[in-house]
């Protein structure tokens, strides 16, 4: 039995499979990931300044020269055939939802229903003052416009992306995605490190584990299989071994 068919075996199995994806199942869209010797997006920038609610809240213009333009960098990704392969193995049955680290949408694009977003969105945006909610486009409309920082038409309030900077607290996805987390008897991790708390002990809770990321993770000596392979490619072949094999 090779990994595809062993995959395939426990993910059939399984009584409550729950995926867990990081930035390395959006690398193959196009969106590039933080960590990664060499291309990782923190080698370039100090996340402290790009992405912080520091930076937000006390210096909004920079956040928003700086920081902003990395999250409207993700709009026009599309999903790729792991994102597609969840939301399909969600539709059918086999799996119980998808948590996620990313803020990119591609699970939302892709089909997927019960998603919990740890690190919030780039769907919406909200009021710190009034909390109204807007579409995250709002956002963009305003700056194109030639505003310095994007403002609430009710109150005046600076908007923000629902999105957890440095130095926010969880949403409350993360309560949840826990929850899922300890019914899980099987947890597929997709292009995640499983280095970065608190979304890293998760991965304990479940009795099984499949691993998919490229590089080593701090979990690959306890998954019952580990692919150290592209995403989409791993993601098709046990997707048509469960549906079609």
Known sequence: MNDIERSCKLIKDSRYAVALTGAGISTESGIPDFRSPGVGLWEKM??????????????????????????????????NDAHTALAGLEKKGYLKGVITQNIDNLHYKAGSKRIYEVHGNTRTCRCIKCRAVYDFGELGRQIDSGAKVPKCEKC?????????MFGDMM???????????????????????LEVAPVCYLPG????????????????????????????????QIYDAVIIG
Do not use: W
């Open 46 to 79: 100090d996340p402290m300044e790009a992405l912080s609610a520091d930076v937000l809240m006390n210096d909004p213009e920079k956040f928003y020269k700086i920081g902003f333009e990395i999250l409207r960098g993700m709009e026009d990704a599309q999903p």
């Open 156 to 164: 005046c309030g600076m908007l923000r992306p629902d999105v957890v």
């Open 171 to 193: 949403p409350p996805d993360f309560e949840r995605a826990m929850e899922e987390a300890q019914k899980a008897d099987l947890l597929i991790v997709i292009g995640s490190s």
């Open 205 to 236: 809770m479940a009795d099984h584990l499949i691993i998919i990321n490229l590089m080593s993770t701090p979990y690959d000596r306890k998954a019952d299989v580990v692919f150290h392979d592209k995403a989409a490619e791993v993601m098709k």
